[in-house]
């Protein structure tokens, strides 16, 4: 059971390190294997990094023009990325 939860565990950053440029600890695979395991939480990191970018436009948005808060936004999802995708 422990295992099956650390291989999870392992996919799931598998996923964050194929989708943003958030630091993983070095004993996390990136080989063919875990990647195509990753899918599966593909969805998940995609909604982190929207909800990154919602919290910057948002906070940002209550006090600038919302137009420069739609700007911090989208600058927050690219420096998360690094506009890999």
């Known amino acids: 059971m422990r295992q099956r939860l650390q291989h999870e565990v392992v996919i799931f950053l598998t996923a964050v390190m194929f ?3 958030c630091p993983v600890p070095r004993w996390v695979g990136h080989g063919e294997n875990e990647l195509n395991a990753a899918a599966r939480y593909f969805p998940w990191v ?7 970018a919602a919290l910057w436009t948002g906070l940002a948005a209550m006090f600038l023009p919302l137009p420069l808060g739609v700007l911090l936004g989208l600058l927050a999802t690219l420096w998360g990325t690094g506009a890999f995708h």
Not at 46 to 52: A, C, K, Q, S
């Open 19 to 21: 989708f943003t440029r």
């Open 46 to 52: 995609g909604l982190g990094v929207g909800l990154w």
